[in-house]
């Protein structure tokens, strides 16, 4: 089973509103990552957790806070976004950070935001 | 030097033709390319993925053809299918980094 699940599938949020974002993998992955994709756009990577220890921050606003409570999920709570945050969230896992062998990334569905 | 260059940046092909997407990259530490397969409102899903060591890797349809001297990889999608019509996106991964960097992807349309 290659699958990672992404809660909700769509989100509308206001600008004063707080939400959060769900992931989950059950593939025993220890690497899980946050990607933010806008229309006809590469995924843009936000966040890395490595054995549940946030790794890399690629200079993400403070409005996105990761979260990593177990091995098989992952958070990114939304508060005070701006309109300019809506984009399509993807969530991806690997298996670990060894690069010593092909380290696929598996991504989820990923969760639709718009922010009014 | 981490920019992975993709083209064309859309694609039309009849049923049953040959894709092909291009693919360069300036990096030499870069050890892992895979191809990511996007369709709309969906994540992409990895379709094949090659090492340097390697010059081609075959998956039913889908090839990899990679050239480390050139610094080249490209994808070829054989006997094309409407199926087959997505966004499809190349990447590459340094060893020892987690961070892939992508192409800026090809939107394939495969016509009837």
């Known amino acids: 089973d290659t699958e990672v699940t992404q809660t909700p599938k769509h989100l509308v949020m206001g600008m004063t509103n707080k939400k959060s974002l769900k992931c989950e993998q059950h593939?025993?992955?220890?690497?899980m990552y946050w990607y933010k994709q806008k229309a006809k756009k590469p995924p843009e990577l936000m966040f890395v957790?490595?054995?549940?220890?946030?790794?890399i921050n690629e200079s993400v606003p403070s409005r996105f806070s990761p979260e990593c409570p177990n091995s098989s999920l992952l958070n990114l709570h939304l508060h005070a976004l701006q309109p300019e945050d809506s984009a399509l969230y993807l969530c991806?896992?690997?298996?670990?950070?060894?690069?010593?062998?092909?380290?696929?990334?598996?991504f989820g569905p990923g969760t639709r935001l718009t922010v009014l | 030097q981490q920019q992975v260059k993709q083209s064309p940046q859309s694609l039309i092909v009849q049923k049953g033709g040959i894709s092909i997407i291009n693919c360069a990259y300036e990096?030499?530490?870069?050890?892992?390319f895979p191809w990511y397969q996007q369709f709309p409102g969906k994540g992409p899903a990895l379709l094949i993925a090659i090492r340097p060591d390697v010059s081609e890797k075959k998956e039913g349809r889908f090839t990899i053809s990679f050239n480390k001297s050139a610094k080249q990889f490209s994808l070829h999608i054989m006997d094309s299918q409407p199926g087959d019509s997505a966004t499809y996106f190349c990447?590459?991964?340094?060893?020892?980094?987690?961070?892939?960097?992508f192409g800026t992807g090809t939107r394939l349309l495969v016509s009837p």
């Open positions: 990096n030499t530490a870069f050890d892992y």
């Open positions: 593939m025993g992955h220890r690497a």
């Open positions: 990447a590459a991964r340094s060893w020892g980094f987690q961070k892939l960097v």
């Open positions: 991806a896992s690997s298996q670990d950070l060894a690069s010593l062998r092909l380290d696929t990334q598996y």
């Open positions: 957790y490595s054995y549940e220890k946030l790794s």
